[in-house]
């Protein structure tokens, strides 16, 4: 088993920043993808970007430039550095990590930006 803990969420005022913890641990072999979702009222749930265990990243066209993801595999941590945060931007944001072909998921911290 394979649980994924986030932290970091809060209420923001926009034009601001945040930054989104998610700490992996239980049976864990290897970490491949790690990524960051999110799920805002009445639309689906978005990928806002991924990472690679070799450092490969993708981003959703929306927080390119403003959002950073990273991790550090020895603490099979993985971060999401947000920057210039939009009322667009409110949503509950979700840890997913591959572990052994498998996805995992955490249980989401809220993230609210105010305009």
């Known amino acids: 088993q394979v649980r994924l803990v986030e932290s970091g969420g809060d209420l923001v005022q926009a034009g601001g920043s945040l930054r989104l913890s998610c700490a992996a641990s239980g049976s864990i072999f290897r970490i491949n993808t790690m990524g960051w979702y999110r799920h805002a009222p009445g639309k689906q749930r978005e990928l806002v970007a991924d990472i690679t265990r070799g450092g490969s990243t993708t981003y959703a066209d929306s927080v390119k430039g403003r959002f950073t993801i990273s991790r550090d595999n020895a603490k099979n941590t993985v971060f999401l550095q947000m920057n210039s945060l939009k009322p667009e931007d409110t949503a509950v944001y979700y840890c997913?990590?591959?572990?052994?072909?498998?996805?995992?998921w955490g249980q989401g911290t809220q993230v609210t930006v105010s305009s």
């Open positions: 997913n990590a591959e572990v052994m072909g498998r996805p995992y």
